[in-house]
């Protein structure tokens, strides 16, 4: 039996269903599980499993609560024709490295491999814990999670969902995919701000205990569908779990051989399921963490100091423009032996003085990283490259990450198989790719779209069709200190 804990040290014990409805502790912390499960069986033995068979087991072995059967619902509800790859995630070869494709759901971005089961875990864990009020569902994205959550929550009985985005920062397609999203129980709101200012304005929501009592008697109770969820962190490790089996499966690694993992890293949610699978027992070497201009988790893996008085870069990769990369809080308190006040600590210095500095048992534990970055140029002109080279497309993100792989490569000479975690559709940051593979300027991004379909030729994901021309159904903006009262008026 599992159960849910604070980062932070409190006795605020919780089953998984509690977890996934609370969404975050009562002291500010994030729940973690309180010990790490093993893989129930030998990875050569799920070699030739489908990934609906390997999320379910692994998705099992975390969440005790659930029986079989609401996970088997779970697990088949969420990963179906949804996804526009009959495999859900395929694994493509493409100049060195092989590249976990997570992005065929239907916003064409990874955040799907998550939030399409979230809404199923979350209505599952009501049904159980008898739930009866209306769950709220509070986000701020910083472009992708917004439309993966309203997509997924989108009319779901018993919830409303609220997404919040940065007026600065999110791309035109990103912006349009939330802005016209369908549903009676969906609202969307531009703040004037960053993506920090979101994420902030809402942790303050969480932490208003008089606001969620207010809420409580119009029947109403709020919970996120961040990566903050633990709800949302599970179900990513399977992914890798799956990556490692089909490499084997087609014989590219052999039992118990290593492989390295590169993931373009924001809110640290995906780089943290890497290597929870990697606690699971899937043989990983090294764990690249890979991040554009706002590179505090580079310097952090090099240095063990975390320090955000630094500029902030709207770049081209902007599901990574991220100061405060909040999933990083369980990775330290893991790295920590479970030490909650030690965590508490570091957390409190962050948010008063802008910076921690981890003791030396954390540092030691961060030796399984490596961090790297890379700006906009050498993004585009990786981007470029590949394409040139290998006829393969990638997105400003995993561009990133293919870049960072290629300096740890110059830098080690490690040959080890090496995973690329493939965030976004080519489609989704049209601009950029467009240009970094030569062609000509557009009108606007939905002209890139269709420019890059007859150019490459590669499919437009489905979701991303005809965007350009659906109703625009979602207009308001907010001050970033007004969050509470655009939560207020979608209740009503
Ligand atoms: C969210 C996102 C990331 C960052 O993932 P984290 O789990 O927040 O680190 C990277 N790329 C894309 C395309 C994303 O949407």
């Known amino acids: 039996m599992i159960n849910y804990i604070s980062t932070r040290g409190s006795k605020d014990i919780k089953n998984a269903a509690q977890a996934v409805i609370q969404g975050i502790s009562h002291d500010k912390g994030l729940f973690v599980p309180d010990s790490m499960p093993k ?16 999320a379910l087991s692994v998705i099992k072995s975390f969440f005790t609560d659930y029986t079989d059967e609401e996970l088997k619902t779970c697990v088949y509800g969420a990963y179906d024709e949804k996804f526009e790859a009959k495999e859900i995630v395929p694994i493509v070869k493409a100049g060195d490295a092989f590249f976990l ?134 179900p990513q490790v399977a992914y890798y779990v799956y990556a490692y089996c089909k490499l084997l499966e087609k014989g590219e690694i052999t039992e118990g051989e290593k492989i390295n993992i590169v993931v373009p890293t924001g809110n640290f949610g995906n780089i943290l399921a890497a290597y929870y699978a990697k606690q699971m027992g899937v043989p990983v070497a090294k764990l690249i963490c890979a991040s554009n201009e706002n590179k505090v988790l580079t310097d952090f893996i ?8 630094r500029e902030f870069y709207l770049t081209n990769s902007p599901s990574m423009d991220i100061l405060i990369s909040s999933n990083l809080e369980r990775l330290l ?35 399984d990283f490596y961090g790297g970055f890379a700006n906009i140029e050498e993004t585009n002109e990786t981007i470029g490259n590949m394409y040139n080279n290998n006829g393969y497309l990638m997105d400003t993100h995993t561009a990133v990450a293919y870049k960072v792989y290629e300096d740890y490569k110059k830098e080690t000479k490690d040959e080890t198989v090496t995973i ?38 590669v499919s437009v994901p489905a979701g991303l069709k005809g965007l350009k021309d659906k109703e625009i159904l979602h207009t308001g903006v907010v001050d970033k200190d007004a969050l509470k009262e655009a939560v207020k008026k979608s209740l009503k």
């Open 420 to 457: 690329i975690a493939s965030t976004a559709s080519a489609y989704k940051f049209a601009d950029s790719v467009a240009s970094s593979i030569g062609m000509a300027a557009e009108e606007d991004g939905f002209a890139y779209v269709e420019a890059l379909n007859k150019k490459t030729g």
């Open 302 to 309: 090099n240095t063990g100091v975390y320090d955000i008085r």
């Open 101 to 234: 494709e997570l992005y065929h759901g239907r916003t064409a971005a990874f955040k799907d491999m998550a939030l399409s089961i979230l809404p199923y875990l979350m209505t599952t864990a009501m049904k159980k814990e008898k739930e009866d009020k209306k769950i709220v569902i509070l986000t701020a994205t910083s472009g992708d999670t917004g439309k993966a959550a309203l997509e997924g929550f989108a009319d779901v009985p018993n919830t409303e969902i609220i997404v919040f985005f940065p007026n600065e920062g999110v791309s035109q397609v990103q912006e349009r995919q939330m802005v016209t999203q369908e549903g009676k129980n969906t609202h969307v709101f531009a703040i004037k701000g960053n993506f920090d200012d979101a994420q902030t304005g809402v942790k303050k929501i969480f932490n208003d205990d008089s606001f969620a009592e207010e809420l409580a008697k119009i029947g109403c109770k709020l919970s996120s569908a961040n990566s903050i969820n633990i709800g949302r962190l599970i």
């Open 39 to 54: 893989l129930s069986e030998k990875l050569k033995d799920m070699a030739s499993k489908s990934y609906q068979e390997i």
């Open 333 to 367: 308190y893991h790295l920590s032996g479970g030490n909650g006040a030690e965590i508490s600590a570091l957390m409190e210095s962050l948010d008063k003085e802008k910076n921690y500095e981890v003791n030396s048992e954390i540092k030691q534990g961060l030796r």
